[in-house]
């Protein structure tokens, strides 16, 4: 007598836990494309190759702040022999003197995978004031 | 049998030590390989490695200290000194409407919320232990301009739990505000209020933002940095620049810099010098 029960429950229950993969079944969750924009195209060397920056990024700016604000070394000669100044928004040599469209670069992957980095809390993007 | 097994014993004996030989030979000898291997081989990937270095233009000092000669200000060179750090720091004026559009709803600051880099203040609240009976009655009067004295004890970066306050070599106080939480110890220990704690989002507040520098956002302590980010370009502080030549900005440490002619030459003070923080801001009388 409790076998329909116990059948019925765990029905419900497998329901409830496969709820995110048959809750997107037939939805578009493809991966954002990133767009690069023509000036950061023609650079074609960042500061790491593509797949670290993709991965380690974040450990890099937040080794750029404390270069910067600690011990005043605002420059940086990359692995590659390429020249950047250690800063997100300030500067042509900047992340985004190169990567000019944050929408497109930085917010895209950002919402994708629900990060939410306080970057912007503070830190200005140049075309954000010109607008 | 035992004659065997004896000599089993002696060979492997044998054959022990001379595998234990060239064991303790090959162990002893692997720190001088590692480090001919770093000193040819790494030689080359050490020169590729990222280096990190200040900008050529850079201005530096042993101590940068400052000079702010009385005399010079007036109620002109205060306002305008006061407005060029409030463009160059992106700091809000409670005093302006916000854009309604922009930001809807925005509460009206408190007076009390101000936020302050540099500011006017009077002769008795800036030097209040110089109680003198007969003050000349032009310093009565007299607008007094008061900043961070970037002090060489400065009890702020004593007081400060996570080291977002710090002292640079050169002397510079300054803020890491990734790194402060906010807690107002630094407040409490500067004897020359010259911290001021962000109780609201700043954006509504700032006419222009300035995108060469970062907003700060609501929790965190602020002050004056000694427009740290212009030194590094090359430039001038942007008080020092709009002061008309009132505020001098150099290397205390240094006989030759012009704030040291300036203050071998006239009789300067420093604000509550009795606390012993060691102030780098003179005020030339």
Same mark, same amino acid.
């Given at each position: !007598?409790?076998?329909?029960?116990?059948?019925?429950?765990?029905?419900?229950?497998?329901?409830?836990?496969?709820?995110?993969?048959?809750?997107?079944?037939?939805?578009?969750?493809?991966?954002?494309?990133?767009?690069?924009?023509?000036?950061?195209?023609?650079?074609?060397?960042?500061?790491?190759?593509?797949?670290?920056?993709?991965?380690?990024? !974040?450990?890099?700016?937040?080794?750029?702040?404390?270069?910067?604000?600690?011990?005043?070394? /605002?420059?940086?000669?990359?692995?590659?022999?390429?020249?950047?100044?250690?800063?997100? &928004?300030?500067?042509?040599?900047?992340?985004?003197?190169? *990567?000019?469209?944050?929408?497109?670069?930085?917010?895209?992957?950002?919402?994708?995978?629900?990060?939410?980095?306080?970057?912007?809390?503070? *830190?200005?993007?140049?075309?954000?004031?010109?607008? | 049998?035992?004659?065997?097994?004896?000599?089993?014993?002696?060979?492997?004996?044998?054959?022990?030590?001379?595998?234990?030989?060239?064991?303790?030979?090959?162990?002893?000898?692997?720190?001088?390989?590692?480090?001919?291997?770093?000193?040819?081989?790494?030689?080359?990937?050490?020169?590729?490695?990222?280096?990190?270095?200040?900008?050529?233009?850079?201005?530096?000092?042993?101590?940068?200290?400052?000079?702010?000669?009385?005399?010079?200000?007036?109620?002109?060179?205060?306002? &305008?000194?006061?407005?060029?750090?409030?463009?160059? *720091?992106?700091? @809000?004026?409670?005093?302006?409407?916000?854009?309604?559009?922009?930001?809807?709803?925005?509460?009206?600051?408190?007076?009390?919320?101000?936020?302050?880099?540099?500011?006017?203040?009077?002769?008795?609240?800036?030097?209040?232990? !110089?109680?003198?009976?007969?003050?000349?009655?032009?310093?009565?009067?007299?607008?007094?301009?008061?900043? %961070?004295?970037?002090?060489?004890?400065?009890?702020?970066?004593?007081?400060?739990?996570?080291?977002?306050?710090?002292? /640079?070599?050169?002397?510079?106080?300054?803020?890491?505000? *990734?790194?402060?939480?906010? %807690? /107002?110890?630094?407040?409490?220990?500067?004897?020359?209020?010259?911290?001021?704690?962000?109780?609201?989002?700043?954006?509504?507040?700032?006419?222009?933002?300035?995108?060469?520098?970062?907003?700060?956002?609501?929790?965190?302590?602020?002050?004056?940095?000694?427009?740290?980010?212009?030194?590094?370009?090359?430039?001038? @502080?942007?008080?020092?620049?709009?002061?008309?030549?009132?505020?001098?900005?150099?290397?205390?440490?240094?006989?030759?810099?012009?704030?040291?002619?300036?203050?071998?030459?006239?009789?300067?003070? /420093?604000?509550?010098?009795?606390?012993?923080?060691?102030?780098?801001?003179?005020?030339?009388?």
């Amino acid at each position: !007598m409790s076998k329909n029960a116990i059948i019925a429950g765990l029905a419900v229950f497998v329901a409830a836990a496969l709820f995110p993969f048959w809750f997107n079944i037939g939805g578009t969750n493809a991966a954002p494309e990133i767009e690069l924009s023509a000036k950061a195209k023609a650079a074609k060397k960042c500061v790491l190759d593509k797949y670290d920056m993709r991965a380690n990024h !974040m450990t890099i700016l937040n080794d750029w702040r404390t270069s910067v604000v600690r011990d005043s070394n /605002r420059m940086y000669k990359s692995a590659n022999g390429k020249e950047f100044g250690m800063s997100l &928004s300030t500067g042509e040599d900047s992340c985004l003197g190169c *990567h000019t469209d944050k929408e497109k670069f930085c917010d895209r992957c950002h919402t994708y995978a629900s990060s939410a980095p306080y970057c912007w809390e503070c *830190h200005t993007d140049p075309k954000e004031v010109t607008q | 049998m035992n004659n065997s097994r004896k000599s089993f014993l002696k060979k492997s004996r044998r054959s022990f030590l001379k595998a234990a030989g060239i064991s303790a030979v090959a162990i002893g000898a692997a720190p001088a390989i590692k480090a001919v291997a770093v000193a040819s081989g790494g030689g080359g990937s050490a020169s590729s490695l990222p280096v990190v270095s200040p900008k050529a233009e850079a201005l530096s000092a042993k101590r940068w200290g400052m000079a702010i000669d009385t005399s010079k200000i007036t109620d002109e060179v205060v306002e &305008s000194v006061v407005a060029a750090c409030r463009n160059a *720091h992106n700091i @809000p004026d409670f005093t302006i409407e916000p854009d309604e559009e922009k930001y809807p709803k925005t509460r009206p600051a408190k007076k009390m919320q101000e936020i302050k880099w540099i500011w006017e203040e009077h002769y008795q609240y800036a030097f209040p232990e !110089m109680e003198d009976e007969f003050l000349a009655e032009k310093y009565k009067v007299l607008p007094f301009l008061v900043t %961070c004295n970037h002090c060489k004890n400065a009890p702020c970066v004593q007081a400060c739990p996570t080291k977002a306050t710090f002292k /640079r070599p050169d002397g510079i106080v300054i803020m890491d505000y *990734h790194r402060c939480i906010g %807690c /107002r110890f630094c407040m409490a220990a500067c004897p020359y209020g010259s911290r001021s704690f962000n109780f609201r989002d700043a954006r509504p507040f700032i006419e222009k933002i300035n995108p060469e520098f970062p907003v700060r956002s609501k929790g965190v302590v602020e002050k004056c940095n000694l427009c740290a980010e212009r030194l590094a370009k090359g430039e001038q @502080p942007a008080c020092v620049e709009a002061s008309e030549g009132a505020i001098v900005v150099g290397d205390l440490e240094d006989p030759e810099s012009e704030v040291r002619v300036l203050l071998n030459d006239n009789y300067a003070i /420093r604000r509550k010098q009795e606390l012993g923080t060691e102030p780098s801001v003179y005020y030339i009388m």
